[in-house]
C-alpha cells in the first residue's frame, strides 16, 4: 500500500529534545520530507532529506534516515513552546516519466510543555 | 515573495449550494495541487495539474467535485451541489516540477497556501 505511518501524539517538556518518528512503504521514493502545520494555518515546509543520505542536520533539526528499515526521524533539539504544532513526514512517489506526487503521514501532534 | 494565495479562507454556506474555492500558485511554479483535510481522513490529495493539464484525478470524491486550471496562475475547484459531509478544510499546493539540465527531477518541495475552512449546513 502507499501507507505513511506516525505515531499520532508526542508530548514533551520546554527544552529537553523531540523525537518524531515515521515509517514509509516505498523504498524507491526519491524525498523525504517533514512539514509543519499550525493551528489555521497550512502545512509549512520544514526539511527535507534525499534518499542517498542518512542524516541531514538544520539547527536544531536533525534529520534520519534508515532506508534498510524504511524510518525517517525528526529531532528537534531544545524544543519550545512555539515548536507546538502537528508534524507530517511525506515521501514522494518516484515515477515513470516524472510524476510529483507526496504521500503523508496522519501527522504527529507535538504538545510541548513547561 | 508572495506564497500560495487561497480565496476565500473561510465559507460557510447551506447544503445545495455551489461552492468555488480558488488558488493562485507561487509564480513560475508549473505543478498545483488540491488537497483535503479532516480530522476522520488526514491530508488527502484530490487533484495534481502540471503545466495546467489535469495529471492525476482519481483522488476526486465524485461528480460533484470539479477542478479547472485555465492558466498556470489560477485554479479552482468547485463543489455543486454541496454536502455536510464536503466540509473539511481544503489547501492548495504548488511546485517547480521539472527537468534540470542533467535530466533529473531535481526537490522541488509543494509549498502550501494556508486553506479555506468550509462548512456545509
Known amino acids: 500500500g502507499e501507507d505513511v505511518e506516525q505515531s499520532l501524539f508526542l508530548s514533551v517538556r520546554e527544552g529537553d529534545s523531540s523525537v518524531i518518528n515515521c515509517t514509509y512503504t516505498?523504498?524507491?521514493?526519491?524525498?523525504l520530507y517533514w512539514y509543519k502545520q499550525e493551528p489555521g494555518a497550512g502545512l509549512q515546509l520544514l526539511t527535507y532529506?534525499?534518499?542517498?543520505?542518512d542524516m541531514k542536520q538544520d539547527q536544531r533539526l536533525t534529520v534520519l534516515l534508515n532506508k534498510k528499515d524504511k524510518h525517517l526521524s525528526l529531532r528537534i533539539a531544545d524544543t519550545q513552546t512555539g515548536d507546538s504544532a502537528i508534524y507530517f513526514c511525506?515521501?514522494?512517489?518516484?515515477?515513470?516519466?516524472?510524476?510529483?506526487?507526496?504521500?503523508f503521514g496522519a501527522g504527529t501532534r507535538l504538545a510541548v510543555h513547561p | 515573495d508572495a506564497g500560495v494565495i487561497q480565496s476565500p479562507r473561510h465559507e460557510v454556506t447551506e447544503m445545495g449550494q455551489e461552492v468555488t474555492l480558488r488558488c493562485k500558485p507561487i509564480?513560475?511554479?508549473?505543478?498545483l495541487f488540491w488537497y483535503r483535510q479532516t480530522m476522520m481522513r488526514g491530508l488527502e490529495l484530490l487533484i495534481y495539474?502540471?503545466?495546467?493539464?489535469?495529471?492525476?484525478d482519481s483522488g476526486m470524491p465524485e461528480d460533484r467535485f470539479s477542478a479547472k486550471m485555465p492558466n498556470a496562475s489560477f485554479s479552482t475547484l468547485k463543489i455543486q451541489p454541496s454536502e455536510p459531509r464536503d466540509s473539511a478544510v481544503y489547501f492548495c499546493?504548488?511546485?517547480?516540477?521539472?527537468?534540470?539540465?542533467?535530466?533529473?527531477?531535481?526537490?522541488?518541495?509543494?509549498?502550501f497556501g494556508d486553506g479555506t475552512r468550509l462548512s456545509i449546513l
Open positions: 495539474f502540471n503545466n495546467n493539464v489535469p495529471i492525476d
Open positions: 511525506a515521501e514522494r512517489k518516484a515515477k515513470t516519466g516524472g510524476y510529483n506526487k507526496l504521500i
Open positions: 532529506i534525499f534518499s542517498n543520505m
Open positions: 516505498d523504498s524507491s521514493s526519491t524525498y
Open positions: 509564480s513560475g511554479h508549473n505543478s
Open positions: 499546493a504548488s511546485s517547480d516540477f521539472r527537468r534540470d539540465s542533467r535530466g533529473h527531477y531535481s526537490n522541488q518541495p509543494q509549498h
